[in-house]
């Protein structure tokens, strides 16, 4: 079956823009994770989402947000951007939405540069 | 606040070496314990997942084993091969968390042959 897939992979932005990133789910997943990868911080939860419900939230600021279609397809909005927003940003897809997490298939990333 | 640790930062050992990594975790109040993979520019791979009421998880030539009470788990590797070459992540959640999970630094693991 097909993983989860992340559009686009890469890209280049400058201080002030907005980016929106994409990510659609194994087939079947409801549950949809972001997470930000940067040498400095490692890997930091943003927030997740379940039946386009946001069900947790990561330490970020409100520049941050993200919604889920009824298809499960998820998206990560990041406006006003700064250089420290540089980084890896990893989704993560699962089947079940439980008490605490389950096993999660992430995707390969997309890696933003802000110039 | 939950803090993970992951030590060494960094292991070089030669091909068909056993080897453990180190993870450590500040709250023992964990729903569960995730060991993962990542290649070099790529996203995450779980290798195993260990619930707080178990001990030890095994895949292949990998076994993890965690100890609630004392904040740890490690991750043994058996019979390494240059293929095992990449960066180990542990990561832990805790209950009513969802899929929130707060990851370590990570080890990067070189196998020469």
């Not at chain 1, 605490?100 to 110039?115: D, E, K, Y």
């Not at chain 2, 990449?86 to 805790?94: E, F, I, R």
Request: aromatic share 8%; glycine share 10%; net charge positive.
């Amino acid at each position: 079956k097909a993983g989860v897939t992340q559009t686009p992979r890469y890209l280049i932005k400058t201080r002030g823009q907005q980016v929106t990133l994409s990510c659609s789910p194994i087939s079947g997943h409801r549950s949809v994770s972001w997470y930000q990868q940067t040498p400095g911080q490692g890997l930091q939860f943003l927030f997740e989402y379940f039946s386009e419900t946001q069900r947790n939230k990561g330490n970020f600021p409100g520049r941050f947000s993200g919604r889920q279609f009824s298809n499960s397809r998820s998206e990560m909005n990041v406006s006003t951007l700064e250089l420290g927003d540089s980084a890896l940003y990893l989704c993560a897809s699962s089947n079940q939405g439980g008490s605490g997490a389950n096993v999660l298939t992430f995707g390969a990333g997309s890696r933003l540069t802000v110039l | 606040k939950q803090e993970v640790t992951q030590i060494p930062a960094a292991l070089s050992v030669p091909e068909g070496e056993n080897l453990v990594l180190n993870c450590s975790f500040t709250d023992s109040a964990i729903y569960n314990l995730q060991w993962f993979r990542q290649d070099p520019g790529k996203g995450l791979t779980s290798l195993l997942l260990i619930q707080s009421s178990q001990r030890e998880q095994t895949s292949g030539r990998l076994n993890a084993s965690l100890d609630k009470s004392s904040g740890r788990s490690t991750l043994y590797i058996a019979a390494s091969q240059p293929g095992d070459s990449a960066t180990y992540l542990c990561a832990v959640s805790q209950r009513r968390a969802g899929n929130m999970l707060t990851f370590g630094g990570g080890t990067r693991l070189m196998v020469k042959p």
